[in-house]
């Protein structure tokens, strides 16, 4: 069992930068697969990134590529998503997920776990 919890949510202008970080809870978090996923209102819930247990592989999706980045600090057992040159098409509610499996996926369906949400809002 993990539970997560996100933070580092806001509302900043675009081209600004924010750093959502989620605190887990549990004594295994090293061994589960790491995953952000956002969902605008009206839309499906899209993968962002994801990171491997140990945070040797990174994933990313098209849209984030090069303005995103995913890590992780397994001994504090919290995620991070760093997010930089932020466009008002990145507002969204951000959720972490945790998957119990080295196999990295980017499918909602095969995360375990999930946080509550922090809300992303980017100006034009």
């Known amino acids: 069992q993990v539970q997560l919890v996100e933070s580092g949510g806001g509302l900043v202008q675009a081209g600004g930068s924010l750093r959502l970080s989620c605190a887990a809870a549990?004594?295994?978090?090293?061994?589960?697969?790491m995953g952000w996923f956002r969902q605008a209102p009206g839309k499906e819930r899209e993968f962002v990134a994801a990171?491997?247990?140990?945070?040797?592989?990174?994933y990313y999706a098209d849209p984030v590529k090069g303005r995103i980045t995913i890590s992780r600090d397994n001994a504090k057992n919290t995620v991070y998503l760093q997010m930089n040159s932020l466009k008002p098409e990145d507002t969204a509610v951000y959720y972490c997920a945790a998957r119990s499996s080295a196999v990295v996926d980017m499918s909602a369906s095969m995360y375990d776990y999930w946080g509550q949400g922090t809300q992303v809002t980017v100006s034009s």
């Open positions: 549990g004594r295994t978090f090293s061994r589960y697969t």
């Open positions: 990171i491997s247990w140990s945070g040797g592989s990174t």
